[in-house]
């Protein structure tokens, strides 16, 4: 598909220009982040905290009776993630946006605000 591969070239053109360790930092910030906020808000992180240890995605895992609500909030406010087994899992990259964060922080808050009802 030579439109697949145009995009890919230009992928690692990116990446090449950025760098690799560049890219990494930026993405353990993120995913840092991601779960300072989690702590924040008192939903547990079920993925590895040790830097050397994890990537990109952040495994949360609310208590069973809020796996539905904490779901639903974030896809209200606009951030993508998957749930399986009972688990939320968010993939942050190097380019995730303070827009996404403030995204994520109002769900946090609107799922906590409804699971004390």
């Known amino acids: 598909d030579p439109l ?3 995009r890919f070239a230009a992928a690692l053109e990116e990446i090449d220009s ?3 360790p560049a890219i990494n930092e930026a993405v353990t910030q993120h995913v840092s982040r991601a779960i300072e906020l989690a702590d924040e808000f008192a939903i547990a992180v079920v993925s590895s905290r040790d830097e050397r240890e994890r990537a990109g ?3 949360l895992e609310p208590p ?3 796996v ?3 779901t639903a909030s974030l ?3 606009g951030v993508t993630a ?3 087994l009972g688990q939320v899992r968010l ?3 190097a380019a995730t946006s303070e827009e996404t964060f403030d995204m994520l922080r109002a769900a946090f808050v609107s799922s906590g605000t409804a699971a004390s009802y």
């Open 68 to 70: 539905t609500l904490l």
């Open 82 to 84: 998957t749930t399986r």
């Open 57 to 59: 995605i952040v495994v």
């Open 91 to 93: 993939s942050l990259h």
């Open 4 to 6: 697949a591969a145009a």
């Open 75 to 77: 896809h209200n406010h």
């Open 18 to 20: 950025i760098g690799v």
């Open 64 to 66: 069973a009776e809020q």
